[in-house]
């Protein structure tokens, strides 16, 4: 079974964690405080972007890049607005970073762990 951290503590402290550690993090959409779903994009320099969502215990990860109809931006936005349709008491943060493909999960935990009964 898993347990949790309520959503709003979680992601304030991620945002402090981020910002102390010299990365530019802000809130974009604040959700709801105890169980809302939790998306951290990465804004890359390189112009590319990618989407971490909370997994349960892990980060899955969305990945945006430039196309010929497209910007990695307009997709990012895209895809998130159909996940606020799903869940409308979602959080979402953005940080900014020298390169998205920087495994950024692997820095910081999700709010949830494993409890043995």
Do not use: C
Request: no cysteine; charged share 30%.
């Amino acid at each position: 079974m898993f347990h949790g951290l309520k959503t709003g503590f979680w992601v304030r402290a991620t945002l402090r964690h981020l910002n102390q550690n010299g990365l530019m993090a802000v809130l974009v959409r604040k959700g709801d405080e105890d169980a809302g779903s939790v998306f951290i994009m990465l804004n890359g320099r390189d112009g590319r972007i990618a989407i971490l969502r909370e997994q349960g215990p892990t980060w899955l990860r969305q990945t945006f890049e430039d196309s010929d109809t497209e910007s990695a931006m307009m997709q990012a936005n895209a895809y998130l607005e159909r996940q606020k349709r799903y869940d409308p008491d979602l959080w979402i943060m953005e940080v900014d970073v020298l390169d998205s493909t920087h495994p950024l999960e692997h820095d910081i935990t999700t709010r949830r762990f494993s409890h043995e009964d």
